[in-house]
């Protein structure tokens, strides 16, 4: 089992910033993807940014050009920066890896944009 543990969510106001960590640990063999999703109210899971093997990354239309992910792959660690955050960026943000042994998510950080 691989577990994902996030920190870095909170309170911020419109056009603030935040930077999401998430750290891998237990039983990894080989991570292929590490990366974000989130989940507002009465929405379903989107992808935010993810970042695959050979530093390819993938970010939602939405998040362009504010969000950038990166990875520590000496600490098995995934970051998030949000920069000029808006109001419509409020949900619960999950870390996600695929491993070769599978798919596992965190439990999550709450994530508020409002004045």
């Known amino acids: 089992q691989v577990q994902l543990v996030e920190s870095g969510g909170g309170l911020v106001q419109p056009g603030g910033s935040l930077r999401l960590s998430c750290t891998a640990s237990?039983?990894?063999?080989?991570?292929?993807?590490m990366g974000w999703y989130r989940q507002a109210p009465g929405k379903q899971r989107e992808l935010v940014a993810v970042?695959?093997?050979?530093?390819?990354?993938n970010y939602a239309d939405s998040v362009k050009g504010r969000f950038t992910i990166s990875r520590d792959n000496a600490k098995n660690t995934v970051y998030l920066q949000m920069n000029n955050l808006k109001p419509e960026d409020t949900a619960v943000y999950f870390c996600?890896?695929?491993?070769?042994?599978?798919?596992?998510w965190g439990q999550g950080t709450q994530v508020t944009v409002s004045s």
């Open positions: 996600y890896t695929l491993d070769i042994s599978g798919e596992f």
């Open positions: 970042t695959s093997n050979g530093d390819r990354t």
């Open positions: 237990g039983r990894i063999f080989s991570i292929y993807v």
